[in-house]
């Protein structure tokens, strides 16, 4: 999205307050989801589906998503970048109430699928909205940005947790909880930039297909996604029946692997700024390959648990620096995020259903091995990412390296 004329220059003060508000941003979004995921039991429950049916639509989120992203360039070029956030991030946190209000399969599923679109399309704004304050502020900010997601779902999983022992209703928790998200959202929305398209810019096309170059980036975040996902929900599973975990070491080992996640990722600018995205996701590839090797030949769980870490530290920025590669890799930012963030949320889709099925086949070490597989191709692939790159510059400054270097 380009931007017009009054809306082409910002100060220092109003970079740094979008900064501050695309990050409450994040942090909103990310309660949302913390605050669904700690209420699914009662949701199962109350529309009386058995864990067959759960698992079915639970995949709905993620196809709504994937249907739903590429609508948010369309949006934003209508309505500008800040009321098309405005708006979507409202439609995301109100949607929260949908899912547990529904009485059977049927209604769950379709519950489901509007959640995910919502979270898809504000998902795809904000990421664009955030890349643009990064260029702004010449230095990288997209990986603590994702990690203010990760606080704002940790966050919504404790109000969660609190809520679930007291043995609150969840169609009362879920309606307090989007109630007050949405106040934070809409407040957090009035700092973001209001970028808007140039009178005689063609608008985007409603659905088309992602250009190349968010192809090639979104496999990069493929990978490290599939990691995330594999991990997250299998850990635990795969201490308790590979090793002989206790069930509640290996939910330790899943928690600590979220809050890897997190921390790394709020740390990850500096190094990022320090080292380049290209070299931080080699690295973080090196990392992740050693981290899978462990969990695959772990003779005992401490090596396991150490393996997991090593996994969440390694992949940690990769999806914030796909998401910046592609918001620099062409004339038409909005459309590569989508492409990126569609790539990644299919990933996040297959990853659980394909590790269970290839350990159905085979073992859980075999699909940890794949695992470990798809961590290398993150050192393979990290130079599709220069687009986002930033290197420095005489006075200490930064740039782009896409400007002085060919990309990968």
Not at 1 to 27: D, H, L, N, P
Not at 230 to 239: G, Q, R, T
């Amino acid at each position: 999205m380009t931007t017009t004329s009054t809306a082409t220059v910002f100060g220092t003060k109003e970079v740094r307050r979008a900064r501050y508000a695309i990050a409450a941003v994040f942090t909103v979004h990310g309660s949302v989801t913390g605050s669904f995921a700690t209420r699914v039991p009662w949701i199962q429950d109350h529309a009386g589906v058995s864990a067959g049916q759960l698992g079915l639509a639970l995949a709905f989120p993620a196809i709504g998503a994937s249907v739903a992203m590429p609508l948010a360039g369309a949006v934003s070029h209508r309505f500008g970048a800040r009321t098309a956030l405005r708006g979507l991030l409202a439609l995301w946190t109100l949607s929260l109430v949908l899912p547990a209000l529904a009485p059977n399969l049927l209604t769950l599923c379709a519950a489901l699928f509007v959640y995910g679109a919502s979270s898809g399309m504000s998902d795809v704004a904000m990421n664009a909205l955030g890349v643009e304050v990064e260029n702004r502020l010449d230095k990288s900010i997209m990986s603590g940005l994702h990690g203010m997601w990760s606080v704002g779902a940790l966050l919504g999983s404790a109000a969660g947790t609190v809520a679930a022992h007291a043995g609150t209703d969840a169609r009362l928790h879920h309606v307090i909880a989007a109630g007050v998200l949405t106040l934070l959202g809409l407040t957090a929305c009035q700092w973001v930039f209001d970028l808007r398209s140039e009178p005689d810019e063609e608008p985007p096309p409603r659905f088309a297909l992602p250009p190349r170059s968010a192809l090639i980036i979104g496999a990069v975040g493929f990978c490290a996604v599939f990691a995330e996902g594999a991990s997250l929900d299998w850990s635990a599973v795969y201490l308790r029946d590979t090793l002989d975990s206790s069930a509640g070491l290996a939910a330790v080992a899943t928690t600590a692997f979220a809050l890897t996640m997190a921390v790394a990722r709020i740390a990850g600018d500096r190094v990022v700024d320090r080292f380049g995205a290209v070299r931080t996701v080699r690295a973080g590839g090196v990392l992740a390959t050693v981290g899978g090797v462990l969990v695959v030949t772990a003779p005992h769980v401490a090596l396991a648990m150490c393996g997991f870490g090593l996994m969440g530290l390694g992949i940690a920025v990769v999806v914030p620096l796909a998401f910046a590669a592609a918001g620099r890799s062409g004339p038409k930012p909005a459309q590569a995020i989508a492409g990126v963030a569609t790539i990644t949320y299919t990933s996040g889709l297959i990853a659980p259903s394909a590790i269970g099925s290839l350990a159905e086949a085979t073992s859980l070490v075999v699909s940890f091995g794949l695992v470990t597989v798809l961590a290398f191709g993150l050192v393979l692939g990290a130079g599709v990412l220069r687009a986002g790159d930033r290197k420095p510059v005489a006075g200490g400054a930064v740039r782009d390296a896409a400007a002085a270097e060919p990309r990968a």
